[in-house]
């Protein structure tokens, strides 16, 4: 209700499980979906997996703590944020928009958690690092304090640089590296060996 009170979103459906959310994506193309990890018949990690597949829908999660062991999946799956269950209305609100702009949210709480786990998963996976090459030192500098966490801003101050030239360097770096957002590009930190938990 609080989100179709908002002048700028539109909320076009709602489905009770992920094999219904993928047939309603289908009809209605919204730009966001809000997908809750745990659903009958289909559940929100297979559903994101089909819509990154079919459809240019951003995924934001919902996720609780006790889910957050979803939450890499959710990111390799093609999720472009992450959210409490117990953000406010307005903390919600907000997320759709950022995602609906084309960039990544993930909660605090849940970059920490999502660290831990690429912590228990062990060392780099299987992205290449070659394309890592092809950063400049600024942009890999920029890359590794994305997978830390760091919003623009908190890059631009840490770096001494404008927030906008934050923006331009993380542009540049998932374009180079042909990454959607921020959410992959932390996962592709991770992956690749770029970042380890802990530094």
């Known amino acids: 209700m609080f989100l179709g009170s908002q002048p700028d979103i539109e909320v076009v459906g709602e489905a009770a499980n992920g094999a219904e959310a ?12 809000l997908m809750d990890v745990r659903m009958p018949v289909m ?5 994101t997996r089909r819509l990154m597949s079919a459809a240019r829908t951003k995924v ?4 609780t ?28 609100a907000e997320a759709v928009r950022v995602v609906a702009a084309g960039d990544a949210l993930i909660a ?9 786990e690429f912590a228990r998963l062990g060392g780099p996976r299987a992205p290449s690092v070659k394309r890592l090459a092809e950063l400049t030192e600024r942009e890999t500098e920029v890359m590794t304090l994305i997978a830390q966490g760091l919003s623009n801003q908190e890059i631009a101050s840490r770096l001494v640089v404008s927030e906008q030239t ?17 959410a992959q ?15």
């Not at 559940?43 to 559903?47: C, F, K, R, T, V």
């Not at 934001?60 to 996720?63: A, D, N, S, V």
């Not at 590009?185 to 380890?196: F, H, K, N, P, Q």
């Open 43 to 47: 559940d929100g990690l297979e559903a």
């Open 166 to 182: 934050v923006k331009t360097h993380v542009g540049r770096v998932l374009s180079k590296l042909d990454l959607r957002d921020r």
């Open 22 to 33: 993928l047939e309603r994506v289908a009809e209605l193309a919204p730009d966001v979906v």
């Open 60 to 63: 934001l999660i919902l996720t």
């Open 65 to 92: 703590f006790d889910l957050d062991d979803y939450v890499y999946e959710a990111l390799r799956a093609g999720a472009s944020g992450f959210l409490l269950k117990d953000a406010s209305a307005a903390q919600l």
């Open 108 to 116: 605090p709480a849940v970059t920490k958690r999502l660290i831990h």
């Open 185 to 199: 590009a932390i996962v592709y930190a991770y992956e690749t060996g770029l970042v380890r938990p802990g530094e």
